[in-house]
């Protein structure tokens, strides 16, 4: 039983039920204390809706987009007083169903009392987006930005920062998980790779820190991640549990001078930790739940969250977890287990704590509250610290005026997001940035294409960028003859024959590979299972180097995203180039003539073929280091 309640939870259960505590609280019983606990664990909370059915039964899987706020899931707001909610790109379709979606989440919330919701989403620009791509700015991404450092300085980092927060503002977002700031260290990095503004900890310092502070200029809470830092791994902890082996010099050099280097001069909202063992920084072991000993991952660790992070380090915001339903989490601890191990660590907000698909997953997040809030009633987790934590939760909640996010009537609010989302002056920055990206690794004095280069084979990673290359250099120089191959398509099998044809060859690549998702022509997605691996793609691209070589043609090799594979390449390269990005928009219309035309462009192909052809320059500096390109 607790002996007494502070007024801070006097105060939030005022904000939360509306009833005043008496003077005499102390005296309360167990429910009355039970129900404010959990109140405030609650607030401590915030879960994704990706998918809800509510109909469907318990033994079917649900993938039903969650898209309106049925009244299940307003009755679970209602109820339990959840902190916040992150939205995945299956929850958004459109401007006005977004605007409602996010006015609904806050209404729910309001209606029953409770402070304003956080709503999230990941919008980092580059690889990781949730917007459709046909709304918003979607930006290169950081290690692009990292590329123009050298002779833009913050510039970049600044501005796109302005425009994920504009066009998140505008529809009703309020935080934003965003800006990396991990050191990409490790080329082999499988899950950072080109989200890092680069392998130098100054840099993305100062760029990370430019682009926060952009963003909570106009508003927006950012987010830092992932601390301490997730840049030297070789795992993904969506699938394993990774473990950075630095020293404490190392560690404090690299991983965690950018998190520093924004406490120091900046306030950011929030931090996201990672689940990540750090041995240097704490190498206590615990039982997982299959009785293997195991380090903590930073996530879990007391030693990290509370006695590095805020004692040592000076941070006063918010810490939020990844996400809890990770198999770096998942797979060693149960539910209850990782949420209340990470609030004694000294998490402020446990993030996809657990699954809510159907009605019966309300009743699981219904119970993990009461069994995190008995175990603060037993003594188990500090009262004391979790108020803390909720205060600065509502503290910030009120400092960036949530109350405010939706103000606007509705039909108000839909109009400004179609002037903010996608305009002219977003994607006139977004150009900009990937002109100003472009790296020429190598260049023998190929490029720009001389007159007597007439045509080019292209050998591209999928038809979509097949199609958008082609369409580039086509719209800048109609006069060249190109013909192109898809090393993802069934028919991979490249005819040398269009080598002897052609004056110029140019292939790109992805490292690391492109997912199913990310490829654009339906050959490639209907021969999936048929496709090439990354491995017979490469071999591929080299066979075709080196025979275009002997037979005296010019040959381009283009890195699509992390340029660190291109030392392979350029013995038999007369130039590389490096855009760190290959994002495609595709627009289909009916010409003059009544065919059906699919058509794919980008910035960074914009940017290439103005490269290539002589428009522009290349501009950009390696933000990582390659082994030789000569």
């Known amino acids: ?110 209606a029953a009392g409770h402070p304003p919701l956080f709503i999230a989403v990941d919008q980092e620009g580059g690889r990781v987006v949730r917007l459709p791509k046909n709304l918003g700015t979607p930006l290169a991404g950081n290690m692009a930005i990292g590329a123009t450092y050298a002779k833009y300085g913050d510039r970049f980092a600044t501005q796109t920062g302005e425009v994920l927060a504009k066009e998140l503002m505008s529809l009703g977002f309020n935080l934003n998980f965003a800006p990396i700031v991990d050191v990409n260290v490790n080329p082999l990095n499988p899950v950072i790779n080109v989200r890092s503004f680069g392998e130098n900890a100054e840099l993305v310092a100062r760029l990370g820190v430019a682009q926060m502070t952009a963003m909570q200029n106009q508003g927006m809470m950012a987010t830092l991640k992932h601390f301490p830092g997730h840049g030297d791994t070789n795992v993904d902890s969506h699938t394993g549990l990774p473990r950075v082996d630095h020293n404490l010099l190392q560690i404090e050099a690299t991983d965690l001078l950018p998190f520093q280097h924004a406490i120091d001069n900046s306030s950011p909202a929030m931090i996201m930790t990672a689940h990540i063992q750090y041995p240097e920084l704490d190498n206590t072991e615990f039982i997982a739940k299959d009785g293997s ?21 000076g941070y006063d915001g918010v810490i939020i977890t990844d996400a809890l339903n990770m198999s770096g989490v998942t797979y060693y601890f149960d539910e209850t287990e990782a949420v209340i191990q990470t609030f004694s660590a000294g998490a402020d907000i446990a993030l996809m704590p657990t699954i809510i698909r159907h009605p019966s997953d309300i009743k699981k997040l219904k119970k993990l509250i009461n069994n995190v809030a008995n175990e603060v009633q037993r003594g188990q987790l500090s009262l004391t610290e979790i108020e803390a934590s909720v205060q600065r939760i509502v503290s910030l909640k009120e400092g960036y005026q949530l109350k405010l996010n939706t103000h606007l009537p509705i039909e108000q609010a839909i109009n400004k997001a179609r002037l903010t989302l996608g305009s002219k002056q977003h994607k006139k920055i977004e150009q900009k940035l990937a002109d100003k990206a472009v790296v020429a690794v190598k260049n023998n004095g190929v490029l720009p294409l001389e007159s007597n280069i007439n ?132 627009t289909q219309y009916f010409d003059d003539f009544g065919r059906f035309i699919t058509e794919y462009q980008g910035p960074s192909f914009n940017a290439l073929a103005d490269v290539i052809i002589g428009n522009i320059q290349a501009q950009g500096s390696l933000p990582v280091s390659l082994q030789s390109c000569k």
């Open 1 to 110: 039983m607790l002996k007494s309640i502070s007024f801070i939870s006097r105060k939030l259960l005022i904000i939360f039920t509306g009833i005043s505590v008496s003077a005499c609280v102390h005296t309360l019983s167990p429910p009355w204390a039970s129900k404010e606990v959990e109140l405030l664990v609650a607030q401590k909370l915030m879960i994704d809706l990706r998918y809800f059915c509510a109909d469907s039964k318990l033994e079917i899987k649900c993938r039903k987009p969650m898209t309106e706020l049925t009244q299940p899931l307003v009755d679970l707001i209602a109820d339990t007083g959840i902190g916040g909610v992150l939205l995945f790109s299956e929850n958004l379709e459109d401007i006005p169903q977004i605007l409602h979606l996010n006015y609904a989440l806050q209404e729910a919330a309001k």
């Open 293 to 313: 000993a195991v380090i903590l991952p930073a996530t879990m660790s007391r030693k990290i969250l509370t006695g590095l992070l805020r004692n040592k380090m």
């Open 455 to 586: 045509k080019i084979f292209l050998v591209m990673p999928d038809t979509a960028k097949c199609m958008g290359l082609t369409l580039a250099l086509k719209t800048r120089k109609p006069s060249l003859h190109i013909k192109c191959n898809s090393l993802a398509s069934h028919d991979a099998d490249i005819k040398l024959t269009s080598l002897e044809w052609a004056d110029m060859l140019i292939t790109a690549d992805i490292t690391p590979d492109q997912s199913l998702a990310e490829l654009g022509g339906m050959d490639d997605l209907k021969h999936k299972s048929k496709r090439s691996s990354k491995q017979q793609q490469n071999t591929q691209q080299l066979r075709l180097l080196k025979t275009a070589r002997d037979l005296a043609k010019k040959t381009v090799f283009v890195s699509f995203r992390t340029p660190y594979k291109s030392y392979l390449f350029s013995p038999f390269s007369d130039a590389i180039l490096a855009s760190f990005d290959y994002r495609l928009n595709q």
